[in-house]
């Protein structure tokens, strides 16, 4: 069973950054996929950025050129570093894991974004 452990959320201002941090157990960290999603009050789930076994990035567009994601495969931990973050970037943030046909989820950490 894998399990995921997100940190790093917070209160911060508009124009602030934070990171985010997952740590992966229970697999072969190196072979999974790895991504961030959040979830706004009312709204679908969303992917935000992804991260394959081999390195390659994918953004959302809302995102691209603000947040960057990044894997440490010697800790087992992928890093969501998030800037220029705005109000609407206030969302309870979950970390994907995936491998196959098997999907894992984190609990997700809460970002508020104050204007």
């Known amino acids: 069973q894998v399990e995921l452990v997100e940190s790093g959320g917070g209160l911060v201002q508009a124009g602030g950054s934070l990171r985010l941090s997952c740590v992966v157990s229970?697999?072969?960290?190196?072979?999974?996929?790895l991504g961030w999603y959040r979830q706004a009050p009312g709204k679908q789930r969303q992917s935000l950025a992804t991260i394959t076994s081999g390195g390659v990035r994918n953004y959302a567009f809302s995102v691209e050129g603000r947040f960057t994601i990044s894997r440490d495969n010697t800790k087992n931990t992928v890093y969501l570093q998030m800037n220029l973050l705005k109000p609407e970037d206030t969302a309870v943030y979950y970390c994907?894991?995936?491998?196959?046909?098997?999907?894992?989820w984190g609990r997700g950490t809460q970002v508020t974004v104050s204007s």
């Open positions: 229970g697999d072969a960290f190196s072979f999974l996929n």
């Open positions: 994907n894991a995936r491998k196959n046909s098997d999907n894992y």
